[in-house]
């Protein structure tokens, strides 16, 4: 499997012209990982080396002699075969530390060998700023012939800071990762590293910042790995204000802007609702959604979103709508009503569902069948609604989640993301059945739908404003 990975990976790199920007891993080992690189179509192999005395000398059992002439070995088999070759020195941070006349020495007997890029790694994260600085520049100063990488970790959270001092070093590249995936912490984010490069250290970059959110979405698809809210650049929440004094600020004069604003990277700024919400974050939510309300009913509305902030409740900008109408007791909002509901699930068997809706005073009944409770509620749905022309938009991501600390009878809440035009936007559902809290929040963002449709203006891309890009 992971070599079909590779060849694909190396064919679609050759296909456009990249394929020297893809490196594979390799052993030395003196022909194996060269020709499995070969065959695979790749075209650069990073030789995993021991850059500490101690990993060289406990887990190869070997001294330094003999480890660099298996290096010099395999090194020319590889370009023999037409390989660039990097050597990735691992524990190079502690071997400086604890044996620098070993990395000295090993570095003397391969200078001249044809290696490209010698790659320094913080293996274990363990370096501050100032370490880094010290050590690569002795090493830049050192070896001026050789070309350097830095390869940082973020165990003690410096690795942003940890490549600054490293380029200020006189490096010649530094890694990172998308969503700063990587060994336990995870490397140096790419996001962090881009934007401190450019707004810290003035540097020129071919990186489309515009693109940074959306990669690190779909990394986050396919590693499984969810990204933290509060991840600097990429987080839902990093260009949401909380604070009520913040929305002031920013109403009165932008007084919280910085050079990291939301439109750089293809995002919109947001006024979270809760119990620290004021006056000007409503404000701000209502002018989102096209909504004028009297200085009575915004105070009305906001202390009922004062007190669901109280309750822990998460309010979400598509909540609004809704709270508006519950507090002024309209029913604007109220187009689609779930009169019946029962979904039946066994083991290795299709879930079914047979629901009774009213929909604008007309009472709708179909039965679904799918891939679990919910996706035969979606299905049942869809065939109650298609006599209107009304089909769920697709459905992005489906969070489900209790408090935590919580047990099985807890009340369970669903954020859904859906996809409607290209804009992605959440609904919440409420409900001690995780079927039904999903349930609930697809028909919030129904009611949401057929709100437009009835000729209330487009409220949905309304919404869009008030929620993550």
Not at 76 to 88: D, F, K, P
Not at 126 to 142: F, N
Not at 348 to 372: C, F, H, M, P, Q
């Amino acid at each position: 499997g992971e070599k079909e990975a590779v060849a694909s990976i190396n064919a679609w790199a050759a296909n456009h012209g990249l394929a020297e920007r893809i490196e594979v891993l390799g052993f030395v080992d003196h022909t194996l990982s060269v020709d499995w690189i070969r065959e695979t179509g790749g075209r650069v192999i990073n030789l995993l080396t021991k850059g500490s005395e101690k990993h060289c000398r406990e887990q190869l059992g070997k001294d330094l002699d003999q480890h660099v002439s298996e290096i010099l070995r395999t090194v020319a088999y590889a370009r023999q075969q037409g390989l660039i070759v990097n050597a990735y020195l691992e524990d190079w941070s502690n071997g400086y530390r604890d044996s620098p006349d070993y990395v000295y020495r090993m570095l003397d007997a391969l200078a001249d060998c044809g290696i490209d890029h010698f790659m320094l790694p913080d293996t274990l994260g363990v370096m501050s700023p100032s370490e880094v600085h010290a050590s690569l520049t002795d090493m830049c100063q050192r070896f001026p012939g050789l070309n350097f990488d830095f390869h940082p970790h973020n165990d003690y959270g410096l690795a942003t800071a940890n490549v600054m001092a490293a380029v200020e070093a006189g490096v010649s590249a530094v890694h990172c990762t998308v969503n700063c995936l990587g060994e336990r912490a995870g490397n140096a984010s790419l996001a962090e590293v881009a934007v401190v490069l450019r707004d810290k250290m003035g540097m020129q970059l071919s990186i489309d910042e515009s693109y940074i959110v959306q990669l690190s979405n779909m990394v986050e698809s396919f590693s499984g790995k969810r990204v933290p809210a509060n991840a600097p650049i990429v987080g839902a929440d990093v260009f949401t204000q909380t604070a009520g004094i913040h929305a002031d600020g920013d109403q009165k004069g932008g007084l919280y802007e910085t050079r990291l604003s939301p439109e750089r990277f293809a995002r919109q700024r947001s006024y979270a609702l809760g119990k620290m919400s004021g006056k000007a974050s409503l404000a701000k939510n209502l002018e989102a959604l096209g909504l004028d309300l009297s200085p009575e009913n915004q105070r009305k509305v906001l202390a009922r979103i004062v007190k669901l902030g109280d309750s822990k409740a998460l309010i979400t900008a598509d909540d609004l709508p809704f709270i508006i109408a519950e507090v002024l007791e309209s029913k604007d909002y109220h187009h689609i009503k779930l009169l019946n509901c029962s979904v039946t699930s066994g083991l290795d068997l299709d879930s079914t569902v047979s629901l009774r809706i009213k929909v604008e005073g007309e009472v709708l009944r179909a039965s679904g069948s799918g891939n679990g409770g919910f996706d035969a509620f979606i299905n049942a749905i869809n065939i109650a609604m298609a006599p209107r022309d009304y089909q769920l938009p697709d459905l992005l991501d489906y969070e489900v989640r209790i408090p935590r600390g919580g047990h099985t009878n807890a009340l369970t809440e669903c954020v859904i993301t859906w996809d409607c035009n290209g804009r992605e936007y959440k609904t919440r559902g409420v409900h001690a059945n995780q079927v039904f809290a999903g349930i609930l929040a697809t028909l919030r963002l129904i009611n949401l739908q057929l709100h437009e449709r009835a000729g209330h203006g487009s409220v949905l891309s309304r919404l869009g404003a008030g929620t993550s890009a």
